[in-house]
């Protein structure tokens, strides 16, 4: 008997692995691994080199235009840098309610989506930290005395202001961000107006121009592409603030990838305000900027894993707002510093990814806490109602029990979207007007030669997040910067 219990062991012993399942759902990981993949496939499109110019057109369109709206009124800095991101703000690259937000879809509005932050004001030259005014704010946020500027800034930015009388008969100028996303809104329909009466040949078709809360979005048809453009006035600095110092004390996982010179190269001021804050006086600290260098430490696996998660919640989660991408993107962050950095990249372990990500948002729902990742004591959900939060946890609960069919619908979701663009090209119905290289002429060589560059940068640089430096005094020579390197 014995015997026989040993040549039973060793027969079972024989037989193939049995395929890894998730306890929860029953799902095999293979599969979700796969799903996952083909996901990824679909939502990362290649640029071609026309796809490529279009890019650079519709780019150099809004830089020019920005150029004008400095010279309108001279209240933009002359010498200006913006920071590009890949994505919408509905996407999550900047942390802004999406509860004031126009619904855009992809496919059917557009066909790719940018943020641009643009300095209305630039704090560059102030000894570090950065000491904000938090007294009136909510943690995260703070307001904005225009004392910490001279003369001529105060006078060309008071109508922008909302002004507060002291005791002592002083008076003291705080940059609303309500008012400023106003004049931005007003100055750019007035230049695009103009640019309008005298159109160009190759000009980019404007198709949509709204303010969504405090941005204003854009819509431009070049060639077969519809871009999105989501612009966002901002207060820019450079240096750390100090209620984030405390943050640097920390281990990170990315201590020793790259510097803490990156990571604290600059942060902003955007325009949202807490849940009880004053719309009009009340800014939000942004750290886009830092965030660009993390993602260069972040695997590709974790990566695809949480475009997949963040594609099944944008969908499930919409009604009523309550979690954005930028939370999950949060949740990603503070895994990275959780887990062993041999752990996140190994390269077959998306699926485990994705689960833990939902089950993350899940633990953060049922809690009611997600911290701000670079201000930790700051509670990113601490104003919603018991109620919404467990709304949520049970639809994501839907999700951790059948993540497959899940993926399978975003998979479906992203294909239809691409269905959508694949058929407006082929009409033609965007718009008709050719490339800038068409025109002819010795005038466009400059532009050739920089949309060549544009497509040598998109082809070497995918997903990467580019920042330009340009003079709005001469439109025609933007700088690129991709990360730390300059073209």
Known sequence: ????????????????????????????????????????????????????????????????????????????????????????????????????????????????????????????????????????????????????????????????????DHINGATNYFFSPTKVADWFYDSISIVLSEI?????????????????GTIISIILGVGSSRMLYDIVPVVSFKGWPAVAQSWLMENHFWDGKITEE????????????????KKDNEWRLSFARSEVQLKKCISSSLM?????????????????????????????????????????????YAAHFLLGLIDDLQHCLVNKMCPNYFIPQCNMLEHLSEETVMLHARKLSSVRSDPAEHLRTAIEHVKAANRLTLELQRRGSTTSIPSPQSDGGDTNQPDDRLAKKLQQLVTENPGKSISVFINPDDVTRPHFRIDDKFF
């Open 304 to 348: 695809q894993a949480y475009q997949a998660c963040k594609a099944i919640i944008i969908k499930l989660l919409s009604r009523p707002k309550a979690i954005s991408p930028y939370h999950l993107r949060s949740m990603m962050l503070w895994a990275c510093d959780r887990l062993p950095a041999n752990y996140l990249a190994q390269e077959d």
């Open 262 to 277: 990156e990571v604290i190269s600059g942060f902003y001021l955007v325009p949202a305000c807490s849940y009880k804050g």
């Open 1 to 164: 008997a014995p015997l026989a219990s040993k040549a039973g062991s060793a027969g079972t012993n024989s037989k193939p692995p049995f395929p890894e399942l998730d306890f929860r759902s029953g799902a095999r990981v293979e599969e979700l691994n796969k799903l996952i993949q083909e996901f990824t496939k679909h939502d990362q499109r290649e640029y071609d080199d026309q796809r490529a110019l279009e890019i650079h057109t519709a780019k150099d369109f809004i830089f020019s235009m920005l150029g004008m709206v400095q010279k309108l009124d001279q209240k933009l800095p002359v010498a200006n840098e913006y920071l590009l991101l890949s994505g919408g703000v509905r996407e999550g690259v900047v942390d802004i309610d999406l509860d004031e937000l126009n619904v855009y879809a992809r496919g059917t509005d557009y066909d790719m989506d940018f943020t641009l932050l643009v300095p209305a004001l630039k704090l560059h030259d102030r000894n570090q930290p950065v000491t904000l005014d938090m007294r009136h704010s909510a943690l995260c946020h703070s307001w904005l005395s225009l004392r910490l500027f001279d003369e001529g800034t105060i006078s060309k930015w008071k109508d922008c202001c909302t002004i507060v």
């Open 196 to 212: 309008q009466k005298k159109p160009q040949r190759g000009m980019p078709k404007v198709e949509k121009v709204e303010k969504n």
